[in-house]
């Protein structure tokens, strides 16, 4: 059996550890590129959203490549993504591909509903190895996450752009190939220091740009064009508002206790929405009136066409307290240089603001 | 005297603006674009250095519009900056109080809010073409106007017709089933100025707080039938500031003086001479991932002077180190 799984962010390193561990082998499709999303778009209906299309690519790259078994997050709970898996099992069929596709509920199965699927896929591996096997996982997803956060301090006041980007390619090289936790504990001081190393210049103080939206556009570098690169390049340090990490952390085990990261961020939105909208919607709406003190600007991505950010989009200019919000639709006929236009303008933007409220402090004191 | 040059390359027009030391407008141009930047840039300059008096020294030059950074390379110059830095700077010389600019171009429409001279807010349209000038363009070649009589005549109209205004696919076959139905040319042209301006404030404008004094720049603002729309929309006065459609090149043209004079460095402007140089582009693909982005190439007198385009530096990094070496 070879089992294939979408791409999103780098979480196919964490993932391959696991099936490696449970001794399934795992078929990883070349990274997104312009082919994937050409592959994707090709077969996907013209208005679904990009991560639909991308991660359709995903799949045909990993058929061809071999892959008998894919793997695809479904059920109720998302948006209309739950039903992304069923569709594209037929697209594929329709194709003449020969596969067996397993859906994961997240939302409904928690920890144990993971671990019967890896049970499953592995041919009944005891539960023991199993559950050692995703705990492993765990602790390289967290790790990268980590990483990732020092890495967009790092990329905004770097001497030479694209330092800190060649330290965190090898982090995930070595991360990849770890094969104990002390192995991946040593790693992870290494780079840790490593990115701390990378000679800076630039402001001390780079204006902060949250990045919040739709889950996988967020995630998924490809799809938003590079969004955080960009911004590092412009001199802005990015503060994202979703981790995996995070997010497994609550989806696989505190959830079950009734714990949710997310009352905070509904408690803040709920002025202007009460309610779940499907997707993000509603945390997109939060996070603005959340983070107005902390960040100097927000970044609000969005697939064309996906439901539940309209809705936030259209909440947003009602919101008074908020902080400059620049929305980005990702999609597979976006242009880079519309985009890099609006981002450095945003920049900018922040840039000359913040100055002003510098002034504005330094008039008050005598 | 000392100049600073602004040149603004937008993919309809190209504006070049000379300021002199105390940033009074020494000339100015407004140029069509016509789907050949070098060319335009290249005759631009020419011209310009026509305006300038003897013994004028170039001490600064600045680059905005969709083609900035290939303008920049073609002068050399000092500052690179986004159309909305631009507009806002120059928007900001004339007006010092300006609260909202709107500014109108052939292919992009953009908003931007400013308080206490700084810009806190902006849009700029998406993918629409139905609320900027080419809109117009269109709709007056369809009835065989030139564009530079369309406002007069706009005005000129009694009983405005209300033109569906979304699209320019809709707006296109309302504007000739009203035609059809026997309404007058002037009373569909204002009617159609309505429509653009709805769409402006629908779209970009969507919840933005549009405070007075609200100054109209771009080649829309050459069109009194659209400033009326406007006025007539928000009940309030729009100033429309002398040299608008080149404020942009304007704004250029200050960031390359402030940026001169911040830093007290010498200006890296390639000198006149640029307009007899011979530029050329090419385009390949690169194949070292599967992106498969396509580079562009531009060289001047045979020598690669840039190279942009890709998803990663590989090619960026490899036209600055060429550059060192030329």
């Known amino acids: ?366 | 005297m000392e100049i600073y040059l602004g040149v603004d390359v937008g993919s309809v027009t190209t504006k070049l603006a000379a300021l002199d030391e105390n940033e009074g407008l020494v000339g100015s141009l407004y140029l069509r674009t016509q789907g050949k930047p070098i060319v335009m840039v290249q005759q631009g300059m020419r011209d310009i250095a026509e305006c300038l008096p003897a013994g004028a020294v170039v001490r600064g030059v600045g680059t905005t519009g969709s083609a900035r950074y290939l303008a920049g390379v073609l002068v050399g110059a000092d500052v690179v900056k986004n159309e909305i830095t631009a507009h806002a700077v120059g928007a900001t010389h004339y007006v010092p109080d300006v609260q909202t600019i709107f500014e109108i171009g052939g292919q992009d429409s953009k908003i931007i809010i400013l308080r206490q001279g700084v810009v806190v807010d902006f849009a700029m349209n998406t993918v629409c073409a139905a609320g900027t000038g080419s809109f117009l363009d269109q709709q007056a070649s369809r009835l065989s106007m030139k564009i530079e009589d369309f406002g007069r005549q706009a005005l000129e109209s009694q009983m405005p017709v209300r033109i569906a205004g979304r699209c320019t696919v809709f707006a296109e076959s309302d504007m000739i089933h009203k035609q059809q139905m026997g309404h007058r040319t002037e009373d569909i042209l204002y009617g159609l100025c309505e429509a653009l301006v709805r769409n402006y404030l629908n779209n970009i404008g969507l919840g933005k707080e549009i405070l007075p004094p609200v100054v109209f720049q771009g080649g829309v603002a050459f069109n009194p039938g659209i400033v009326r729309a406007f006025e007539d929309t928000l009940k309030t006065k729009l100033i429309v500031p002398p040299y608008h459609e080149v404020m942009g090149a304007i704004g250029a043209a200050l960031l390359a003086k402030e940026e001169i004079e911040s830093h007290r460095r010498e200006t890296q402007f390639r000198g006149f001479g640029i307009s007899d140089m011979s530029f050329h582009t090419s385009s390949f693909e690169c194949k070292a991932c599967a992106n498969i982005c396509e580079i562009a190439q531009i060289m001047g007198d045979g020598k690669v002077v840039a190279r942009w385009g890709g998803r990663c530096d590989m090619w960026e990094r490899t036209s600055a180190s060429v550059e060192q070496q030329a």
């Open chain 1, 1 to 366: 059996m070879k089992v294939a799984m979408p791409h999103m962010g780098h979480i196919y390193v964490p993932l391959r550890t696991l099936f490696r561990e449970v001794g399934v082998e795992m078929v990883v499709p070349p990274l997104n590129s312009r082919r994937t999303l050409t592959l994707g778009a090709k077969h996907s209906p013209e208005f679904v959203c990009i991560p639909f299309k991308l991660t359709l690519g995903n799949f045909i790259e990993a058929l061809e490549m071999g892959a008998d078994t894919l793997v695809m997050a479904a059920g109720p709970g998302l948006c209309r993504f739950g039903y992304y898996a069923k569709i594209q099992e037929r697209i594929l069929r329709d194709q003449g591909y020969h596969f067996e596709m397993v859906t994961t509920e997240l939302f409904e199965s928690k920890l144990m509903g993971v671990a019967n699927l890896v049970k499953r896929l592995s041919n009944g591996a005891p539960t023991q190895k199993v559950l050692a096997a995703i705990r492993f996982g765990l602790a390289k997803l967290g790790t990268l996450d980590e990483l990732e956060r020092v890495l967009h301090q790092v990329r905004a006041t770097e001497a030479e752009k694209g330092s800190a980007d060649q330290v965190f390619q090898q982090a995930l090289a070595a991360i990849d190939g770890a094969d104990s936790r002390a192995a991946l504990k040593e790693i992870k001081n290494r780079y840790l220091m490593k990115l701390q190393q990378v000679e800076r210049d630039g402001e001390t103080e780079p204006v902060v740009v949250g990045i919040t939206g739709e889950f996988y556009v967020v995630l998924e570098p490809f799809s938003n064009m590079d969004l955080e690169r960009e911004l590092g390049r412009l001199g802005a340090e990015v503060r994202r508002t979703t981790f995996v990490s995070e997010w497994m952390k609550f989806s696989l085990f505190l959830n079950a206790f009734g714990l949710s990261e997310k009352d905070r961020i509904h408690q803040a939105a709920a002025p202007y929405l009460r309610r779940d909208v499907g997707g993000d919607g509603w945390e997109s709406v939060g996070d603005i009136i959340l983070h107005s003190h902390d960040y100097d600007g927000l970044i609000h991505v969005a697939p064309f066409t996906c439901g539940p950010e309209i809705i936030a989009q259209n909440i947003f200019p009602a919101i008074k307290t908020r902080i400059p919000v620049l929305t980005v639709i990702c999609d597979e006929q976006m242009g880079r240089a519309g985009m890099l236009t609006r981002l450095e303008a945003f920049v900018e933007l922040l840039r000359r603001r913040r100055a002003r409220k510098g002034l504005a402090v330094a008039a008050l004191v005598p």
